[in-house]
């Protein structure tokens, strides 16, 4: 279902949803130092007014694979950088299409960025 521009602009008014938007505009994320050969990935949490009028978060179950550790976690949409991806925002987008089909180039909006995390696992 796609989201209307009404829509985004009422979730982006919601109290909690207005101080998040200000934490981020007041601190840009700031980059990992990241040295060798380590592919980046990225995560995105998706918001949207629920129902009830209160904003409610995307998760996604991992699947349950033997050599993953975070086999069946729960988890924010995500996954490493392909060489195609402009940045890890890009790579955010398109790791949620593929594993929610939500378009959030098309139904949504970029609030910011966090810090990054150093990877910990090389490609």
Known sequence: MSATAA???RLAAHPPIV??????????????????DVRLAAILL????GSTGEPEVLMIKRADAE?????????????????ADADLAATAVR???????????RDGRLLGALDDVTPRTPT
């Open 7 to 9: 829509e985004l602009d």
């Open 46 to 49: 998706a918001l949207r007014l």
């Open 19 to 36: 101080r998040l938007i200000a934490s981020l505009t007041q601190r840009p994320g700031r980059p990992a130092a990241v040295a060798g």
């Open 67 to 83: 050599r993953d550790p975070w086999s069946g976690h729960v988890a924010l949409p995500g996954g490493r950088m392909e060489p």
């Open 95 to 105: 790791e949620t299409w593929e594993e929610t089909g939500v378009d959030v180039a």
